[in-house]
C-alpha cells in the first residue's frame, strides 16, 4: 500500500506567487481554513521576478486615468478577445489592490505630494504604474508574504501537487510530494485555487525559472476542466542575449518607460519604421516627443518602443533576419544617451534600474549608464490558461479555481506590461473568495483511495525504471522539447513547422515515459525535472494545437501562412479539453458580446 | 576560458554526513557557478540537489559557500574564481545540511514569525490612504531590497560559530524589524523584544554581514546600529527613561 501523510482544508492554494498568496489571504478572510502549497521557498515565487510595476488607474500622475481608460487600453492590448468581464473588473478592483497593500506595509516610490508614483509603461496610455525602482514584484510577494504568515494559513514549502482528484464531477483534492524527503501528502478540500504561473519552461529562451512546467494547466487540464487562448504566448522584446549562461534574462520594460531607445546596428530608431494602425494616434511621430512624454509631457504622445510587447518583440527579429542585429543577434537597448538630455544622468539611472544597473554589470560586465545593452526576446508569458468564469474565476470543474497567468481571459491575445501584477491581486483575491464560498456551501467529497494509489505508484514508476544506459535522462528529453518549442512554435509561425513539432512532442511523450532516475526520493532533481516533463509535454501540445487551429496572426500569435488579423478570428477563443478516448480535442468558443456600456467605453478612448 | 574545462569540488551528502566530489565540466564565456552546477547535474549527477529559481540575483535560492565564500551561485562569474584548481562549492555552513547543496532554512521563517507584524497608523486622508515623501521611505526602501538569501546569517559568527539560533535573530531579521521600526507608518513597539527575545546584544559589528550581502544593504551600519541605539535610549539611559514615563509614546520614525 503506497504510503502517504493527509491533510484536511477548506481551501487549497496551489501555487504561493502573488495569485496564490492573495487568494490565500482572501480565503482565510472568509473564514476558511487554508493551505497554501509552494513549489519552492515561500517568498521565491516567479512574483520576485517583476520589475516595472502594477498597473493600476490610481490617477495620481495623470488625473485623466481611469478605470475606463484602463479597460480600454487592455482591450486593445488584448485585440479584443480579452474575457471583458475580467478586463472590466480588474481595471475597475486594482487601484484599491494598490492601495489594500501599502496599508500592509508595502512602500512604493513617491509623488512629490506624497502619493504611490506612477510609470509610463507599454501600451498604458497616462502613467499607470506603481512601482518600487525595478523590483516591484519583490515588494509585492513580500508584503504579500508578511501579511499571510499572520493569517493563520498552513504553508506546505517545497511541495509539488502531481495529480487533482475529482469527485462526481467536482474537485475532492489533490496529491503532492515534498522535496526534502519526497513523501507523498493527499490534500483532501473542499475547494482548490490553481495559481502556479506559466509554462515558459517549455520553451529554451526564457525568462522563467525551473517551477514554469505548466503545473496548473495540465493538472487543470487531466481533472477535466477547459484550457482557452493556449496559441498566445508572450516573448517579451528585451531579455539578455550575451553572455550565453544569461540567454532569456528579463531586461524591464521599464528601460524604455525612462527614456531607454532601441536602435539598430546602424543606430537606427527602428520602430519608428512600423507603427500599427490602432496605435497610430496614440505614439509619437518624432523622436522629441516621444522623450517629452517619457519626462512626464502631458502633450506628448509614447515613443514607438512602448508599443505593445509582441509587436516590439516582432520588430526586433525583422531587424535581425534582415541583416540589421546586433553583434550576438539581437538589438541594442540604449538609456546612456539621456545623458544628453538630463544632469546627472548615471545617478538617474541608478536610481530608477538599480537592478538592471547591477544585472549588467555584474552578468555582462555592462555599465549601463555608459553602454548600450544587447536585446533581443524571450519566452516570457502565456495569457492562455484555464477558462473562468469572469466573475468568480472559477474553472469549468466545480471547486476548482485558477488565478493569476495559470488564469485565461484577462489579456487576451497580449498582455500589457504591469497588468499581471494587478490581475494576480484582483483575481487572486477574488478566487480565494469564491473557493471559501463553495467550501462553505458544498462541503467536501471524498477522495478514491483507489485514484490515489495509482497516482503514486505512477510517480514513482521512473525510480523502478532506473537511469538509462545510453544516458538519456530527463534533462535530455526537457532540453529537446524547449528547443522543438523554440524552433517551430516561436515567435514566427506556420503550419508545416507546427506539424513537425506536434510530431517531436509526440516522440518526446515517448520517451518521457520511458524516462528513469537514480538516486533516492530525497531533494533529487532528476525525479522532480521527470515527473515535471509531463506537464510541459501536455502544455506545449497544447499550445502548438492551438496555434495550428487559430489561422490568422493576432497578438503574441503570429502565423508567417495568415500573417494578417481575421475578424471572424476575433469572435472565437480556441478552447482544449481532454476527449473521452483522452485526446486532446479543440473546439472554438463564440466570444460573448460586449455589453453596450463597455462598447461605448472603448469607442470612447478610441 | 573558450572550451576549457574546470573542476568542482562539490559536497554531497546528507543530514548524516558527506564528503566532497570532483567534477569536471567545461566553462564558456559568462558562465556564473549555477551554470556549472546546472551542467554537471544534467550530464553527470541527476540527483544533485541545489536550490535556485530566478537566475538573476532576485529570489535569493541558489545561496552556497563558494571557495569558503557565502555567495549567490547564479550572480558568481567564473572568471572570478581561479579555475586552475578546483572550485569548492558547499552548502551554508549555519543551517542543518538536507542534501548536497541544499540546507533546512526553515528557523529563518520560524524566526519571521515571532517579529510583531506592521501596524499602520490611522490613515492621512479621508479616502483611507496615507502621504509619505520619497526622503521618508528611502531609508527603508534599503532593507526592503533584502531577497532573503540568508547569506548575513550564514556568515553570522553568532549563528555560524556559537549556534545560538534559539537566542538571536541574526541580521536578516534585525534588518527586518528596522524596517518595520523606521516603516514611516508602522506604529507597534519592537525595542523590548530586541533586547530580550531577539538578543540584539550578541551582535559586536564586525560587518560581516555586510560584506556578504549580494544587495549591498548596509546591513550593521544602517540597521542594527540605529536599533542599538534605540534599545540604549529605552533601557539604559536613565534621562531617557524619565521623559518616556512622562510622554509615553513612541519615538517618531
Known amino acids: ?194 495559481g502556479t504561473g506559466g509554462i515558459g519552461r517549455a520553451y529554451a529562451i526564457t525568462s522563467n525559472s525551473w517551477e514554469y512546467t505548466g503545473d496548473g494547466h495540465a493538472l487543470a487540464y487531466h481533472a477535466g476542466a477547459a484550457l482557452q487562448d493556449m496559441e498566445f504566448v508572450q516573448f517579451h522584446p528585451t531579455g539578455m542575449i550575451w553572455p550565453p549562461s544569461v540567454r532569456g534574462i528579463l531586461v524591464t520594460e521599464g528601460v524604455r518607460g525612462e527614456g531607454g531607445v532601441l536602435r539598430n546596428r546602424d543606430g537606427k530608431r527602428f520602430m519608428f519604421d512600423d507603427i500599427p494602425e490602432n496605435y497610430r494616434n496614440q505614439t509619437a511621430d518624432n523622436e522629441e516627443e516621444g522623450w517629452r512624454y517619457t519626462q512626464g509631457d502631458k502633450s506628448a504622445r509614447r515613443p514607438p518602443e512602448l508599443l505593445t510587447r509582441d509587436h516590439v518583440a516582432r520588430s526586433i527579429l525583422r531587424e535581425v533576419r534582415e541583416g540589421r542585429g546586433s553583434p550576438h543577434g539581437g538589438v541594442f537597448l540604449d538609456i546612456s544617451w539621456i545623458k544628453r538630455k538630463l544632469p546627472n544622468a548615471a545617478e538617474h539611472i541608478i536610481r530608477k534600474l538599480p537592478s538592471m544597473y547591477h544585472q549588467f554589470k555584474q552578468l555582462a560586465d555592462i555599465d549601463i549608464t555608459t553602454t548600450p545593452m544587447e536585446v533581443g526576446p524571450t519566452t516570457h508569458y502565456i495569457m492562455g490558461g484555464v477558462r473562468v468564469d469572469g466573475d468568480t474565476q472559477s474553472s469549468t470543474v466545480p471547486g476548482l479555481y485558477a488565478a493569476g497567468e495559470c488564469a485565461a481571459g484577462l489579456h487576451g491575445a497580449n498582455r500589457l506590461g504591469g497588468n499581471s501584477l494587478s490581475d494576480l491581486l484582483v483575481f487572486g483575491k477574488r478566487a480565494g473568495e469564491h473557493a471559501a464560498a463553495f467550501a462553505r456551501e458544498q462541503g467536501g467529497a471524498s477522495v478514491d483511495s483507489g485514484e490515489v494509489e495509482e497516482a503514486v505508484r505512477a510517480a514513482l514508476e521512473p525510480f523502478d525504471r532506473g537511469e538509462a544506459a545510453d544516458g538519456r535522462g530527463p534533462y535530455q528529453v526537457q532540453q529537446e522539447l524547449q528547443t522543438t518549442m523554440q524552433d517551430l512554435v516561436g515567435i514566427v509561425r506556420t503550419e508545416a513547422e507546427m506539424a513537425r513539432a506536434l510530431e517531436e512532442i509526440g516522440r518526446l511523450e515517448e520517451q518521457a515515459r520511458r524516462v528513469g532516475v537514480s538516486g533516492n526520493r530525497e531533494y533529487n532533481p532528476g525525479w522532480h525535472t521527470a515527473l515535471d516533463l509531463s506537464n510541459l509535454l501536455t502544455v506545449s501540445e497544447a499550445v502548438t494545437r492551438a496555434a495550428i487551429e487559430r489561422k490568422e496572426s493576432r497578438g503574441g500569435h503570429f502565423r508567417e501562412d495568415y500573417p494578417e488579423k481575421d475578424p471572424a478570428w476575433g469572435k472565437v477563443n480556441v478552447v482544449i479539453r481532454k476527449g473521452p478516448d483522452g485526446a486532446m480535442q479543440l473546439a472554438r468558443e463564440p466570444i460573448r458580446p460586449l455589453p453596450p456600456e463597455l462598447q461605448a467605453v472603448i469607442e470612447e478612448q478610441k | 576560458m573558450a572550451n576549457e574545462t574546470a573542476t568542482f569540488r562539490v559536497w554531497r551528502g546528507d543530514r548524516e554526513g558527506g564528503k566532497f566530489v570532483d567534477y569536471s565540466t567545461g566553462v564558456s564565456p559568462g558562465m556564473v557557478v549555477l551554470d556549472a552546477i546546472h551542467q554537471i547535474q544534467a550530464d553527470q549527477a541527476n540527483d544533485l540537489a541545489v536550490r535556485w529559481n530566478c537566475k538573476a540575483g532576485k529570489c535569493g535560492s541558489c545561496s552556497a559557500e563558494v571557495n569558503g565564500v557565502p555567495k549567490l551561485m547564479c550572480m558568481t562569474r567564473l572568471n572570478e574564481l581561479q579555475l586552475d584548481k578546483p572550485v569548492t562549492i558547499e552548502p551554508m555552513r549555519s543551517f542543518p545540511p538536507v542534501k548536497d547543496l541544499v540546507t533546512d532554512v526553515s528557523w529563518n521563517f520560524a524566526v519571521k514569525q515571532q517579529i510583531k507584524p506592521f501596524k499602520p497608523r490611522a490613515p492621512d486622508a479621508p479616502d483611507g490612504t496615507w502621504r509619505m515623501t520619497q526622503p521618508d521611505v528611502d531609508r527603508v526602501q534599503e532593507f526592503r531590497k533584502c531577497i532573503e538569501c540568508f547569506l548575513c546569517q550564514d556568515v553570522c559568527h553568532v549563528l555560524r560559530d556559537h549556534r545560538l539560533h534559539q537566542e538571536f535573530i541574526g541580521p536578516r531579521y534585525l534588518v527586518h524589524v528596522a524596517a518595520l521600526e523606521m516603516h514611516p507608518l508602522d506604529v507597534e513597539d519592537r525595542v523590548p523584544d530586541l533586547r530580550r527575545e531577539h538578543g540584539i546584544g550578541y551582535c559586536n559589528i564586525t560587518k560581516c554581514c555586510t560584506n556578504v550581502c549580494p544587495e549591498h544593504i548596509t546591513i550593521t551600519d544602517n540597521a542594527i546600529i540605529p536599533l542599538k541605539e534605540r534599545v540604549v535610549d529605552e533601557f539604559f539611559d536613565p534621562l531617557g527613561r524619565l521623559v518616556k514615563i512622562f510622554s509615553r509614546k513612541k519615538e517618531a520614525p
Open chain 1, 1 to 194: 500500500m503506497a504510503e502517504y501523510q493527509t491533510f484536511e482544508h477548506d481551501v487549497l492554494v496551489v501555487g504561493a506567487g502573488g495569485a496564490g498568496l492573495r487568494a490565500a489571504i482572501a480565503a482565510s478572510a472568509a473564514g476558511a481554513k487554508v493551505g497554501l502549497v509552494c513549489k519552492s521557498l515561500l517568498g521565491k515565487a516567479h512574483t520576485v521576478m517583476a520589475e516595472g510595476g502594477v498597473a493600476a488607474a490610481l490617477g495620481n500622475v495623470d488625473d485623466r486615468d481611469n478605470w475606463r481608460v484602463h479597460f480600454a487600453d487592455t482591450m486593445r492590448g488584448g485585440q479584443y478577445v480579452n474575457n471583458w468581464r475580467m478586463a472590466e473588473l480588474h481595471a475597475r478592483e486594482a487601484p484599491d489592490r494598490v492601495r489594500e497593500l501599502e496599508a500592509w506595509g508595502a512602500l512604493f516610490d513617491r509623488t512629490g505630494d506624497g502619493r504611490i508614483l506612477q510609470r509610463n509603461f507599454g501600451g498604458h496610455k497616462y502613467p499607470r504604474l506603481a512601482h518600487v525602482g525595478d523590483r516591484t514584484g519583490l515588494e509585492m510577494i513580500r508584503t504579500l508574504q508578511d501579511y499571510g504568515v499572520h493569517q493563520g494559513i498552513d504553508v506546505h514549502m517545497e511541495c509539488t501537487v502531481v495529480q487533482l482528484f475529482t469527485s462526481g464531477g467536482r474537485i475532492a483534492g489533490a496529491l503532492g510530494y515534498d522535496r526534502e524527503r519526497g513523501r507523498f501528502r493527499l490534500f483532501r478540500s473542499k475547494a482548490i485555487v490553481l
